[in-house]
């Protein structure tokens, strides 16, 4: 049995990119560890960019699919005493409907399904992937092989060294998240998020509240329960109605292929670490992969150099936006509670800061707006100085991987300067 493409994983990621390489009119498999009935239910709910499925060729959700739309995203101090309000719209899903919904449109292109099975290892001849090995024991060969088994796939371990991709995610780097659905709905269009607790953040939605936090010996949930009753947010949730998981949250990996193997979505590190969103990235993560690979089936070649164009389109349209986010985060978690209270108050870090990192535009401070804030700024010239540097790197950082090499050739040397450029940063 041989395919065009093998996808391990029917997440966000998994499903689009096998519904459009699938599209194209490519062979393809998609394995998935658990039962059918079992996809999407960790989390079961998810806040998403409303884009989301405009950008990557879906409908947008409707019906008992759509639970909210928010149009206000308010960051919060960790001591909830300052507040920026930013006008973002986003929407709440049902990512159990959601998954049932794209795989359904994934069977009819033809996708062939199998649910149950783990993909245990890889093939490799010459250096190259050419297939899988299911928990069965069983050998499937496929031209492209795509590891979108989220953060817990093991996959990139096994691939030849040679392919440049980072086999693990750091422990540092992996945030705990923990969500309980609200007994009743609140606040119907806004998110609230305090920023800097416990190692991480609080957030409250209509729908949910949830915590993540990088304090990998914390119980999320006593410490979620205390935060609430602390700050006397009103909130009746359900603890019954829970969910947990991990996030990678850091810059995406710098390389994605290898000869006959791809990486995407979490797996690949594909998050906002500004807020821990992976869906909305891993989706169009997904597209741009399956518009390279089926270029390159079309082509009939699966090489890494023939692949890279995958890399250079994410990059630039995505990895340059994330970067820029994270260089923000971790400034902003850099800062002790009173000087972000200082900071929100006196609008040294102004509601366009947070709305510019969430667009990933770049803030390029007028003189006028930089004698503003310095002014305000005087009591506390170490926020300030803070700031103008993370806006600097941020900015710098955004351009170099907006530079993302066109061939492998290159990659070494953009690494060691992005290696740099973060380095230097806090
Ligand atoms: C508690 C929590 C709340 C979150 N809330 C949000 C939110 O509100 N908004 C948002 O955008 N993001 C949120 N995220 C992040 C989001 O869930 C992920 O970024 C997103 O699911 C990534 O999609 P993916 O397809 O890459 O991976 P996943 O969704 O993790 O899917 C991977 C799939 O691969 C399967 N798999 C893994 N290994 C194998 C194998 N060897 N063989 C076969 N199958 C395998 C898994 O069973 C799984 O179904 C949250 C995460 C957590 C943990």
Redesign the pocket.
Known sequence: MSFDAII????????TSAYHIAKAGNKVLL????KEDD??K??P????KTYTFTETGFDRPHGNELLAFIDTLNIYSSTGKTRKEVKFNYI?ID?ILMSKRLLGYAKEKGVVFKDN????SLIIEDEKVVGIV??SGESIKAKIVID????????KSLVPKSFNIEEKIEDKHIA????EKLSERRNPTQVNSFIGVKGGNVWV?PIEI?C?SFEHSLDLRDSLHEFIKDKSIKASYDSSKS?????AVRQNLANFVGDGFAV?????C???SL?????????IG?KLLAETVNECLKNNDLSQKALWKYNVNYNIKLGAELAYMDILRKTLISFAPDDIDFAFKNDIITSKDILDSLTGDITNLKAVDKARRALKGIARPHVLLKLEVCLIKAKELKYHYMNYPSSPEKFNEWVNILNHINDSVV
Not at 176 to 179: G, L, M, R
Request: hydrophobic content about 40%.
């Open positions: 391990i994983g029917s997440g966000p990621a998994g499903l394995l998935e560890k658990l996809i999407g960790t989390p709910t998810s806040i998403l709440i990512r099975i783990s993909v245990d299911t928990n979108a088994g989220g953060i817990t796939s093991h996959l705990n998240a923990y969500i939605s949830g993540g969910s947990k998981g991990s996030i995407v979505g979490d797996s690949a594909m998050v906002s807020d821990g969103a992976g869906v909305t990235t891993s989706m997904a």
